[in-house]
């Protein structure tokens, strides 16, 4: 069956170390893979998009990675904030599809 | 900027009931979707419209009818509520496949 999986524990770090974050998915080929940050009581918000054929993107202090081969995405946020506590969704496309993981929620005290 | 605008945003039902969840975009989307979201379960796929005049089925569409009104508006209509579609209903859309997606502040809806 097609399964999207991120960690399911929520990731509890301190301010300024890095968080990761895992997306792995099985029996799904897809063509790009993206990232949204969604605050509680909040619609998730768009951050990143990676295709297929890129093996990172950057903005700011997000890095994503997307290795097909291994089926799995690595999402890193460096020098983190209080801020940047919230649930992280990663998102496939298939077809006119978006389908989404369950999400990991990351807290980051201070 | 409205952006995507989703009516109501709390509405309680009683268990048979139906009712019709609006969703509004203002940025010329080609694409709209509709998911809900409940507890460790993230965003599950009911529905999706590629395209004005299209609708296709998603992970859950059981219980769920969708409706393509014209490029700005899709609904998400509920013919026999149930507790088990107690939810927070997500409306989004987007250009194209290759771009991001916009969502909708949410519905919260309780089946009693």
């Known amino acids: 069956s097609q399964k999207i999986e991120q960690n399911s524990e929520a990731l509890n770090i301190q301010e300024g170390k890095t968080a990761t974050l895992t997306c792995n998915y099985t029996?799904?080929?897809?063509?790009?893979l993206q990232w949204y940050r969604q605050d509680p009581g909040r619609g998730p918000v768009f951050l990143l998009l990676i295709r297929e054929n890129e093996k990172e993107k950057r903005k700011e202090r997000l890095k994503v990675t997307f290795d097909t081969t291994l089926k799995q995405s690595l999402f890193h946020i460096t020098a983190s904030q209080p801020a940047d506590s919230a649930t992280y969704l990663c998102a496939l496309g298939q077809g006119g599809k978006l389908i989404f993981g369950q999400g990991t929620e990351l807290s980051v005290k201070p | 900027n409205a952006g995507v605008t989703q009516t109501p945003k709390f509405q309680v039902l009683k268990t048979g009931q139906s009712m019709t969840l609006q969703c509004a975009q203002d940025?010329?989307?080609?694409?709209m979707y509709w998911y809900r979201q409940d507890p460790g379960m993230g965003l599950r796929l009911i529905y999706y419209?590629?395209?004005?005049?299209?609708?296709d089925k998603g992970e859950v569409p059981n219980g769920y009818n969708v409706s393509r009104l014209n490029k700005r508006e899709f609904s998400l209509r509920l013919e026999s509520a149930a507790p088990s579609q107690t939810s927070v209903y997500f409306c989004?859309?987007?250009?194209?496949?290759?771009?991001?997606?916009?969502f909708g502040q949410g519905t919260r809806l309780t089946v009693v």
């Open positions: 419209s590629a395209s004005e005049g299209t609708t």
């Open positions: 989004a859309s987007r250009q194209d496949p290759l771009k991001e997606a916009f």
């Open positions: 940025m010329n989307h080609n694409s």
């Open positions: 029996n799904y080929s897809p063509a790009y």
